[in-house]
């Protein structure tokens, strides 16, 4: 969280997109702890879930309610009543429903980004769920409306090519790569491996 907000000292990212070259690698859980971590400043944060073909953060939080995000974006239905209020993360949240037509086709549109604009007027800060880079165009369209964007890289699992594979297709849209923050750590394993010392080290100033 730190590194992230530092990154721009003058002017803080306000919109945040998760993702990750592949499924599994836990971009998913980064981007609700991020959520949180970032509501625990006192700062006004809503977590967007932009991943439409996996279960994203149901499965994190059920009890939320899904909506509609295509009447979200046309107007149809306020924001104010599509958000749901989850105490427990102390953030608010905006999961949506499969659009009717493909998310690629709803993410590109003018609407969208007037809705983009709306929720920046809203919040401090939005933090965006978005599906692998790899494996839809959905991820390079939804960082296009980002500051910065955090890539998940699961330890010792994701493959070197798939991780550039990623970051360039981020970077021909010209996606704001802040970072890449290592998931599942295998704290005990890393030890083994030597790397114990600098992942200690290093913890004791995240």
């Keep these: ?17 998760c993702t990750s070259s592949t499924s599994g690698e836990g971009n998913t859980v980064q981007s609700i702890l991020l959520a ?40 149809h239905l306020p924001i104010a009543h599509a958000v749901s209020q989850d105490a427990r993360w102390s953030v608010d949240v905006l999961k949506s429903l499969m659009p009717q037509v493909g998310a690629p086709d709803v993410f590109s549109t003018a609407a969208f980004s007037r809705f983009m604009h709306d929720l920046r007027t809203r919040y401090a800060h939005i933090v965006v769920n978005a599906p692998p880079v790899l494996s839809a165009p959905d991820a390079r369209i939804l960082a296009q409306h980002a500051d910065a964007v955090v890539y998940a890289v699961r330890w010792n699992k994701t493959q070197l090519d798939l991780i550039l594979a990623g970051q360039k297709a981020l970077e021909n849209v010209h996606a704001p790569i802040t970072g890449l923050v290592m998931s599942q750590v295998d704290v005990r394993r890393m030890h083994k491996m030597g790397a114990g010392t600098l992942y200690t080290t290093a913890t004791r100033y995240a």
């Design 1 to 17: 969280r730190t590194a992230l907000l530092v990154s721009d000292a003058q002017d803080p990212p306000q919109t945040i997109l």
């Design 36 to 75: 949180h971590s970032l509501a625990s400043l006192g700062k006004s944060v809503l977590l967007l879930d932009g991943d439409h073909r996996s279960a994203g953060i149901t499965p994190f939080l059920p009890m939320t309610q899904a909506v509609n995000l295509s009447a979200v974006i046309a107007d």
